[in-house]
């Protein structure tokens, strides 16, 4: 639930991949109560509970589903959705 909570509080701005509610996004992705998560970088058009920089790239597993959000430069941000076997 906590993992949940932080996501909820996570929006994206900028070039590439944004969202108003990174949680949603997880959601979407088939993830319902993701088990780990690792956020690290600093991205001025990331916020956090309404405040910039937050992360710059994320990644969350459940199980064998990884859901990851990363880069900025040129190409912007990108996300990736897996399921490993």
């Not at 880069?71 to 990736?80: A, D, E, H, W």
Request: glycine share 10%.
């Amino acid at each position: 639930m906590q993992i949940q909570n932080m996501l909820k509080a996570i929006v994206l701005t900028g070039k590439g991949f944004t969202t108003d509610c990174l949680l949603a996004d997880v959601f979407e992705a088939g993830m319902s109560y993701p088990d780990y998560f690792k956020a690290m970088g600093e991205d001025p058009t990331a916020y956090y509970e309404g405040k910039a920089p937050a992360w710059e790239s994320y990644h969350l597993r459940q199980g064998k589903k990884v859901f990851m959000v990363y880069g900025m430069g040129q190409r912007g941000r990108r996300v990736q959705f897996t399921e490993t076997p």
